[in-house]
């Protein structure tokens, strides 16, 4: 398997816990640099700087470059280019955010989205196949959530604490909202809130309410 200097750079930094901005920050360098190289954008980078990065890294710069060359410590794990990436299905239904749609049926033919499987595994710590990808209507979530906004949802995540937004049904259909636990109730409750002020708080017991999963990510057309 040939590996290149993204990939060499991107596993060495997941192996030491350290994002692209960290890398750059404890290098004393731009954002930008590590960026581009991580994307693949910067296959001849500036050697000074890349001498920055790799003494941040603990590895030679040679590794960096070309494979060759020393790591303090264990190598890194290298991903396979052809897995680097997974597939999350995404859900024909709509999540509801006040005035939207009220759907009850999830229907796995949607376009799928490609997320990097580190992201996913590393960062977000879920398993992929816990994952749907859903949009929301409505504008009872505005400022966080608007019309349209497609969301990464972790249906392996439906417990209220920590306070979080979820998709739920909660009774009249399936909604995204702001879930909190109350605590010191018999039968338990919880609290569902927009973050449009214009919509009022209300309580449900949690008997009434069927939590989905936990919205982990989000991203908006512009």
């Known amino acids: 398997m040939r590996y290149t200097m993204a990939d060499r750079l991107r596993a060495r930094s997941r192996q030491l ?3 692209a901005g960290r890398v750059a920050e404890l290098a004393g360098i731009n954002r930008s640099f590590v960026y581009d190289i991580m994307r693949g954008r910067s296959e001849n980078p500036n050697l000074e ?3 920055q990065v790799a003494q941040t890294l ?27 990436f997974v ?16 759907v009850t049926d999830e229907v796995e033919n949607g376009e799928p989205y490609n997320f990097q499987r580190s992201w996913i ?24 959530l608007r019309s349209g906004d497609v969301v990464l949802v972790d249906l392996a995540k439906r417990s209220p604490t920590p306070p979080g937004i979820f998709v ?6 399936l909604v995204a909202k702001r879930l909190e636990h109350i ?25 009434e309410v069927s939590i ?5 990510w989000f991203a908006r057309e512009i």
């Open 121 to 144: 595994l590393h960062d977000l710590k879920a398993d992929p196949a816990n994952l749907r990808i859903m949009h929301v209507e409505g504008d009872s979530m505005i400022p966080t």
């Open 87 to 102: 597939s999350i299905p995404s859900v024909e239904v709509t999540a509801s955010m006040g005035g939207g749609n009220l």
């Open 212 to 216: 989905i999963g936990r919205i982990r």
């Open 168 to 173: 739920l049904f909660d009774g009249m259909g």
């Open 49 to 51: 700087k890349l001498d």
């Open 58 to 84: 603990n590895v030679e710069r040679n590794w960096l470059l070309h494979g060759i060359g020393d790591v303090d410590g264990e190598s890194p794990i290298m991903e396979d280019p052809m897995e680097a």
């Open 183 to 207: 605590p010191n109730n018999d039968p338990p409750k919880v609290r569902v809130i927009s973050d449009n002020t214009f919509y009022g708080p209300y309580e449900r017991t949690a008997d």
């Open 17 to 19: 816990g350290m994002t």
